[in-house]
């Protein structure tokens, strides 16, 4: 059988039977899901038309939109079972800080974004020098020289923000 006479079919049975898919899956799941189950079903239909019944292809295709069903049901629990696990295994995050203002952000502003991303990797997301060193895509003791350049110019430029020139006042004698 020839495509175009294959993707004739598959339309001629989208055109008859997609609303019975549709209310099927909607009584199961949610609109956009149920939705998705009906792309899945003429997909599989289209990919396995020797397979379809001529005479009454329906309880097929409502089989077909029973497994997709299914599928997205063990997709779901998957992926909050995977989100279960990173979220006892994550590190428990600080709250953001605003550098919007203030003695640090200036500090952290003049140093180069090596220096700060260095800082701000182990500082504020956690992570072990190891950890950073992959982000940074250098090693471990790259990175550890990295991030003492970066705490020292650090330090610097909160010397530097932190003491205010000291102004002579008028003396009353």
Known sequence: MDEETRRAQVEALFAEHARAVLAYARRRTDHATASDVVSDVFVVALQRLEDVPRDDPLPWLLGCARRALLNQQRGQRRRARLFERLAATAPRSQPERDLSDGVLARAL?????????????????????????????????????????????????????????????????
């Open 109 to 173: 502003a003049t140093l180069g974004e090596r220096d700060r991303e260095a800082l701000l990797l182990t500082a504020w997301e956690g992570l072990t020098a190891a950890q950073a060193a992959r982000v940074l895509d250098c090693s471990t003791q790259a990175f550890w020289v990295r991030s003492h350049r970066a705490r020292k110019r650090l330090a610097a430029a909160l010397e530097r923000n932190t003491t205010t020139p000291r102004t002579m006042e008028p003396c009353n004698d």
